[in-house]
């Protein structure tokens, strides 16, 4: 079975500094994934998928088969970015599962 | 973007009843829906798969004939909590899949559940 491991549930960081959410999967297939975003009094929303390789609002996933690890980074936090940070795994061979993290509550402190 | 509205926010019932919670995609037709449970500062726990026109798929654990699914159109899927119980207060979501793309999914706003 596949699972998600978000190892911190808080993290505060400054603003300007280095950010990184940390995400660790288990899965013995070839996974496809997502992270997704909270942010205060607003749905759940993707912000990105490690397929597309892209930077959304500075931040950036990289996917390590090696350490089964798909850790979200930003260089220079902003306190916009403060919000509740999900990790995601869809597993290849069930269309239907989406396996959640527990998430992570970033706050970024001015 | 897309939009998924979920009604209602937030409900507080007796022991007993029933509920009904609403999942509507607003500017496009979904096809297959997921309804969720989070409890407080846990992960989301997909409950159930929901296809139009067909059965819903219910995740290992999940009670069929408590969590009633109905996913009747296009653009609209609802969960009925039957029976409603304390120990089924929880946060529900629900999602909407445009097309087959995971990155085509949208979440619903979510509806707080309490049972007196």
């Known amino acids: 079975a596949q699972r998600v491991t978000q190892p911190e549930k808080l993290l505060s960081v400054f603003k300007g500094a280095p950010v990184e959410l940390k995400c660790n999967y288990s899965?013995?297939?070839?996974?496809?994934l997502f992270w997704y975003v909270q942010y205060s009094r607003q749905r759940l929303q993707l912000l990105l998928r490690?397929?597309s390789r892209e930077s959304i609002k500075g931040f950036t996933a990289d996917l390590n088969k090696g350490e089964t690890s798909f850790h979200l980074k930003k260089p220079f936090a902003q306190e916009e970015d403060s919000a509740m940070y999900y990790c995601a795994l869809r597993s290849s061979g069930s269309a239907r599962q989406l396996t959640f993290g527990s998430g992570t509550q970033l706050t970024v402190l001015p | 973007g897309a939009v998924v509205s979920q009604h209602p926010s937030r409900v507080i019932c007796k022991s007993g009843t029933s509920v009904k919670i609403e999942c509507r995609s607003l500017d496009f037709q979904a096809t297959t829906m997921f309804w969720y449970r989070q409890f407080p500062k846990q992960s989301l726990m997909l409950m159930a798969t929901s296809n139009e026109g067909s059965k819903a798929t219910y995740e290992q654990g999940v009670e069929k004939d408590k969590f009633l699914i109905n996913h009747a159109s296009l653009t609209l899927s609802t969960l009925t909590v039957t029976s409603a119980h304390p120990e089924d207060s929880s946060f529900y979501i629900c999602?909407?899949?445009?097309?087959?793309?995971?990155?085509?999914?949208?979440f619903g706003s979510g509806t707080q559940l309490s049972v007196l």
């Open positions: 999602s909407a899949r445009r097309g087959t793309g995971w990155e085509k999914l949208f």
């Open positions: 490690h397929i």
């Open positions: 899965y013995s297939g070839s996974p496809e």
